[in-house]
């Protein structure tokens, strides 16, 4: 049973609703006006609109049931890229801090808006987990740490990080009670 250890952010997926949701609404006004003289060729850009807008809500309502990590199997699973999640086996992940950066996104005036991230350490004994492919956007894996950045996670406190590394030493703890 997957356990689920950092939430999405939900917030900027609610956020991310609007577009697609304006998007049927403006593409149903010709699809609704069937009754009157509207042309066909309007009807089937506003069918176009409403699939589009269709298509971008699933994949948003999917972005919100994935966590950023989770625990399953013995192994912490690393959601930062599309399709399947990076799998890390237990022992290999040391703990979790807080890190900083600065927001992807310019505030006002063009000034760096401050980003709290997380940062999980990866022991060094582990050469093929040093490195891996993940959506830049959402964070790095480089030289054994891996970044999620803040924005796209659940809101990182010092709370957060004291509860993750708690379900750390438990997964140890619980670890190396069943080896042999």
């Not at 403006?26 to 506003?46: D, F, K, Q, S, Y």
């Not at 979790?96 to 401050?114: A, N």
């Not at 492919?133 to 990080?161: D, N, Q, S």
Request: one cysteine or more; charged letters at 20%; glycine letters at 8%.
């Amino acid at each position: 049973m997957t356990e689920i250890w950092l939430r999405t952010n939900l917030r900027i997926l609610l956020l991310g609703m609007i577009l697609p949701v304006v998007l049927m609404a403006i593409g149903l006004i010709p699809v609704l006006a069937m009754a009157t003289e509207t042309g066909a060729w309007l009807r089937i850009v506003g069918w176009i609109m409403v699939a589009a807008g269709f298509m971008m809500l699933g994949i948003i309502v999917a972005q919100l049931r994935l966590p950023r990590l989770a625990y399953a199997d013995r192994q912490v699973l690393v959601y930062l890229r599309t399709g399947a999640p990076i799998r890390i086996p237990v022992e290999f992940v040391e703990c979790f801090f807080l890190g900083g950066g600065v927001g992807q996104l310019p505030g006002s005036q063009g000034r760096k808006i401050p980003v709290r991230n997380l940062t999980m350490r990866v022991a060094e004994k582990a050469k093929d987990y040093q490195h891996r492919e993940v959506k830049a956007t959402l964070g790095r894996w480089e030289e054994g740490y891996v970044t999620i950045h803040g924005a796209w996670c659940e809101p990182l406190t010092l709370e957060v990080v004291q509860r993750l590394n708690s379900l750390l030493a438990e997964a140890h703890q619980t670890l190396q009670k069943t080896a042999p």
